[in-house]
């Protein structure tokens, strides 16, 4: 059974900074990513790190926010440093079915279009101004 489980949610105010972690019981050498999902809104994606490592980023968090990975440990990481209140939701890291695979460029916006095959379920991140 494939799990995907994340870590280092947290509350904290605004212009901090968090580092999420996701520990992955599959191998990492594929499309990782991270998304979010605020109350009431749709999961959108945050950034996501191609088997090659190719990474893209949502605009709204360009320059704060840098996506890794280790193959080694098979942990996905995000550090989301100039934290801003519109960033607080729950986040959730997500890998692709297929291992050595490319991030579609359209993944960011849909999500659950382009083979995201498994699925943590989340950590809450909350940002207080």
């Known amino acids: 059974q494939v799990e995907l489980v994340e870590s280092g949610g947290a509350s904290v105010q605004a212009g901090g900074s968090l580092r999420l972690s996701c520990a992955a019981s599959?191998?990492?050498?594929?499309?990782m990513g991270w998304f979010r999902q605020a109350p009431g809104k749709e999961r959108v994606g945050v950034a996501t790190?191609?088997?090659?490592?190719?990474?893209n980023y949502a605009d709204s968090v360009k320059g704060r926010f840098t996506i890794s990975k280790d193959n080694a440990k098979n942990t996905l990481y995000l550090q989301m440093n100039s934290l801003k209140p519109e960033d607080t939701a729950m986040y959730y890291c997500?890998?692709?079915?297929?291992?050595?695979?490319?991030?579609?460029?359209?993944?960011?916006?849909?999500?659950?279009?382009?083979?995201?095959?498994?699925w943590g379920s989340g950590t809450l991140v909350t940002i207080s101004s």
């Open positions: 790190i191609s088997s090659t490592g190719r990474t």
């Open positions: 599959i191998r990492t050498d594929r499309c």
């Open positions: 997500a890998a692709h079915g297929t291992i050595l695979s490319s991030c579609a460029d359209g993944l960011l916006f849909r999500p659950f279009f382009y083979g995201m095959a498994f």
